[in-house]
């Protein structure tokens, strides 16, 4: 239906609301394992469709077709060409169906038209062959085909074609092209009506439900029950209403009606969402019961099957919606199932429902167990379809296990899967007190099929036993696995798990910490798709708490045991204590490397300072945190934080070396600044300027933790106070983190750096000076320098460019060496600032 309604909206379309029933109805109408897949259990809740014998291939196209021919068949004042084509599209002669096909294809080019003759043809052409054509080519061309027509068509001509279905449904005899218009109607609705684009769809069904013929009652019923999904939760205020509807029709004596009724009442019930408002319809099922009733009374069993398999998708659905007449659906279900003159079809769709019921024991605990003598009952009705076999030749003869089933009827085969579900569903206490009580009998009795049944029952109790006993494991341990379990609930689990004998202690711990490393992982995963910074604190968080919950619960429940790993004597007398006493460690060991781990990964990625040092702060209280409980990894943390923060530190000053090499490159230097002895004496009264301030404005104390004042004769020299602005943001990004990473190697590799970059800008500005002057002083014309203005350097320029020489070898590189001092305590030390320029000096020297 999805596909219908794209194919009618427009190609290509959004994905719009899938079919949420389908596949449960189909499961719910299949029997598990195939056990009840015969031709009655495969009664669809819909009239059976009647298909043409042969239909125009999409795209099948002959020779070119003449353009009068296609008027022709399109033209509005004659059906006689059209009704021709039609009849020429099932023609048993292949060429003349290929051109009848080209000729149709070319019709779709004019989709109105096409559409218009269609509905004009379904409506009154006098053949009934003809009409039938009609509205199945009008069915495919509208839903159907991959490109619909529908979405082409002009709004009167939609209009018109909506109008004469729903005026078909009134006039028109033939049940068979009735059917195929509400077929038509039902996928054609799909695709538009939770658009409003067919508001009187609606009222005209419930005026025909209301007020109309008997057989305009059951197609509006049939419509309502295919567009159940569609408008179930529309109708929800109208609940009320729907129910008197459905009541009267159920009591209509029409058994067409009473059928309809029950299909449209079923599929209201699996569509609605609210168990309150499903419920406001279980006072239905007696009359629902007596449609089944009625057809078995009439000896309309192929109707019968139809409402048996409503009820299966019903049970399987819903389970909880027959509770309050249980009693009174499993007696009359029961009475089906074990009446030997109905077909076999009919019994194991009976016997069908009641399984379903015990199966939906998640749904509806207890419901079927706490049922008086329902169980015995069961076992004797599937103990009675496993007496449907013969005493076959060719049993004794065969020579491969798959050939073992030779004799053995379709009873046969029900009862055996029947008895396997029902011991995994109820369990071996509910199944083996009602096998006690009769198989003693039967294995008493003359005749050996009854023998037989009760060897293959007790083989079946047994096989679904074991199942059970699987699945009741499976299911203990996946609620191990679930992220929210408390201690109480873990106490429960592993109290059930040491009593079943499953498994030993030391694969019970192994189980216990696997599944709830399957939960710790869910968590961690559960972290991704933030930034770095924000999946960083989230996997820490996750980390901290499920590992701790983890530890506490291992502890509390595995405490017996805990010895000391170094304790020799304890090795000796009982190796397996001290191995599972190592279980802990070992998981909280492999957790803590797998956090580590992604740690690595994402902390490189965080590209602010004080957000690293946030990370790590956040990192540090977990380690703590855990450590508390015997897991110690904070001097882990350091060298993952350090690294990144030292690449955080040396992209930053890269950046600031990088734009500097590039400004020189392309710097006028003008004549504003001074001299360079000028330079260097203007820093130094900066400087005494800015420690006589200090002393007024701070105490000693104080003073220690200022930033030196940046000197303001580099404002004359703009390259060089950019330079000196991009190592300062890259020493403040640093000291966010240096306060808790300030080892000696991370100050040691920040101290490299922070030397290279001086010496990066150095370099630059003894290149461009030889670019300039050349080596003694003089312009190189050798060196292909041209100034911009076409003038040789004049002693202005020559001044501006020497005093940003010497502003960036005696006042800016002491000036961010003592700055470096003051993010690592002492760090001045350890850059040599002369060192670093000294590429500048020596060609200044020159």
Known sequence: RARTRARIRSTPLEPRRPDRHAARRRRARRPARGSVQTAAAKARPFPSRSTPRRAPRPGAMAATVPAAQVAAVLDMSSLTAFEQLLGGLSSADNAARVQYESLFNECKKQPDLLCLQLTRAMRTSGAQETREMASILLRRVLTKDEVSLWANLQQQTQDGVKGELLKLLQEEQARSIVRKACDTICELAAGILEEGKWPELLPFLFQCVTNGTANLKESALNIFAQL?????????????????????????????????????????????????????????????????????????????????????????????????????????????????????????????????????????PGMMRKLPDFVPRLFNCLCAFLLDIEDDPEWHTCEKEEDGDAGEGERYEVGQECL????????????????????????????????????????????????????????????????????????????????????????????????????????????????????????????????????????????????????????????????????????????????????????????????????????????????????????????????????????????????????????RWTGVGGSAAGVLAESRADDKEGEETREKDSSNAEQESLPPVPPRALLEHVPVASFVNGVLRALNELRHCAPGLGGASVRAACADETKQALTRAATALASTRARLFGVDGKKSNAAGFVARDGETMDAARRAAFSGACKALADVAAPYLVSCFGRVFKGGERDVDARAAVKPLTDAMLK
């Not at 019961?289 to 998708?313: K, P, R, S, W, Y």
């Open 228 to 364: 159940a999904e569609y408008i179930g939760e529309a109708l929800v205020p109208h609940l009320a209403t729907l129910h008197g509807i459905l009541a009267q029709c159920l009591a209509n004596p029409e058994r067409a009606i009473q059928l309809a009724a029950l299909r449209a009442c079923c599929c209201f019930v699996e569509s609605l969402e609210n168990p309150s408002d499903r419920s406001k319809f279980q006072d239905l099922l007696p009359a629902m019961l007596a449609t089944l009733g009625a057809a078995l009374q009439g000896g309309d069993e192929a109707d019968a099957q139809e409402a048996l398999g409503l009820f299966v998708e019903l049970a399987g659905s819903d389970p909880r919606f027959v509770r309050k007449h249980l009693s009174h659906v499993v007696d009359a279900m029961m009475t089906v199932a074990t009446h030997d003159d109905l077909e076999d079809g009919t019994r194991h769709l009976a016997c069908e429902f009641l399984v379903t019921l015990t199966e939906a024991r998640d749904r509806a």
């Open 420 to 667: 396997d579900r029902v011991a995994i569903a109820l369990g071996a206490n509910t199944v083996l007190p009602c096998a006690a009580a009769a198989i003693p009998t039967l294995l008493a009795d003359a005749d050996w099929r009854k023998r037989h049944a009760a060897l293959v029952a007790l083989a079946q109790i047994a096989e679904g036993s074991r199942n059970a006993s699987d699945a009741m494991l499976s299911s203990l341990l996946d609620k191990l696995r679930d992220p929210h379990i408390a201690l109480p609930e873990c106490l429960k689990v592993v109290g059930v798990l040491r009593r079943s004998d499953a498994m030993d202690e030391t694969a019970l711990r192994r189980a216990f910490l696997r599944c709830r490393e399957s939960a710790v992982a869910d968590a961690a995963a559960a972290a991704e798709g933030a930034d770095a910074y924000e999946y960083v604190k989230r996997l820490t968080d996750a980390h901290r708490t499920s590992v701790f919950d983890v530890a506490t619960q291992y502890r509390a429940i595995f405490a017996e045991d805990e010895e000391d790993e170094d304790d020799d004597e304890a090795r000796t007398d009982d190796r397996a204590a001290y191995e599972r006493s190592r279980l802990l460690r070992s998981w909280c060991a492999h957790r803590t490397n797998e956090y580590l781990r992604r740690l690595e990964q994402t902390v490189p990625a965080i590209d602010e300072g004080a957000r690293l040092a946030a990370a790590h702060e956040h990192a540090r209280y977990c380690a703590a945190s855990l450590a508390r409980a015997g897991m110690e990894y904070r001097p882990l943390l350091v060298p993952i934080f350090a690294n990144a923060a030292s690449a955080l530190y040396a992209s930053c000053l890269a950046d600031a070396a990088r734009d500097f090499e590039r400004v020189v490159e392309t710097h």
